[in-house]
């Protein structure tokens, strides 16, 4: 008798596009998101070189300088700071690498470990590359590691939920983008308010993440996928 149609187990192709990071109906969409943030990464970076005050559009928004988080919500904000410091991050990043293992996920484990080191990485060389300040000098602003992190943990989060879901190009694209914006205004509201950075600081650590994080997805799937064409059977 002749096998029933998807009865046996997926390889090959199929099974790695099951296990995609970047799902194929955003692959498209995000791309053109992550070049237009490139660029206000790049345009702001030479516009604040070398800078340490705030600027026009800081002042226009708030006192970047002026630690204005007081009462319960100074605590807040000081826990979603210690989220981006070297221990926190690194609990976040073991937990969340520890939940995708348990749950058999070994490629978005990879996914999390790399596109966290990347975004963290990126935005240290952008640090000092750019050179701008706050507080004196020694303590580099641009762009915000934080907010550059706890985006880029949104994004990833979400990337991996909408294809889990199997969501569409308009419903994935709507869910990562959402994602992104709270994580990043949340995370920059606390960065910002408690005098830590600039407000552009935080929108480009923003940006930095809506460039780091696809990038992270494609260079994990490529790598998976290309591991599994030289080894059938092995595909993460």
Same mark, same amino acid.
């Not at 099951?18 to 053109?32: I, K, V």
């Given at each position: ?32 998101? =992550? ?112 907010? =550059? ?88």
């Amino acid at each position: 008798m002749d096998r029933l149609a998807g009865a046996e187990p997926a390889t090959g192709p199929a099974r790695s596009a099951s296990h995609a990071l970047l799902p194929r109906s955003l692959r498209a969409c995000l791309g053109p998101v =992550a070049a237009f943030a490139a660029l206000v990464v790049v345009v702001l970076g030479v516009r604040y070189a070398g800078h340490s005050e705030p600027g026009g559009v800081d002042r226009w928004l708030v006192r970047p300088t002026a630690d204005s988080v007081q009462g319960p919500w100074r605590h807040v904000a000081l826990a979603l700071d210690f989220l981006g410091e070297p221990a926190g991050s690194v609990l976040v990043i073991v937990a969340a690498v520890a939940g995708c293992l348990l749950l058999r996920r070994p490629r978005a484990a990879v996914f999390v470990a790399v596109g966290s080191g990347l975004t963290v990485g990126t935005t240290t060389l952008l640090k000092h590359v750019v050179g701008r300040t706050i507080h004196g000098p020694g303590n580099l602003s641009y762009p915000s590691g934080h907010t =550059a992190f706890f985006t880029a943990l949104a994004l990833m989060a979400a990337l991996l939920a909408a294809g889990r879901l199997g969501l569409g190009r308009t419903a994935g694209l709507s869910l990562v983008l959402a994602a992104a914006l709270v994580a990043g205004a949340t995370m920059g509201w606390a960065e910002v308010g408690l005098g830590a950075h600039y407000p552009t600081d935080a929108l480009g650590g923003w940006c930095t993440a809506l460039v780091v994080t696809p990038v992270s997805a494609w260079l994990v799937d490529r790598t998976a996928d290309r591991s599994a064409a030289r080894r059938p059977g092995t595909a993460l």
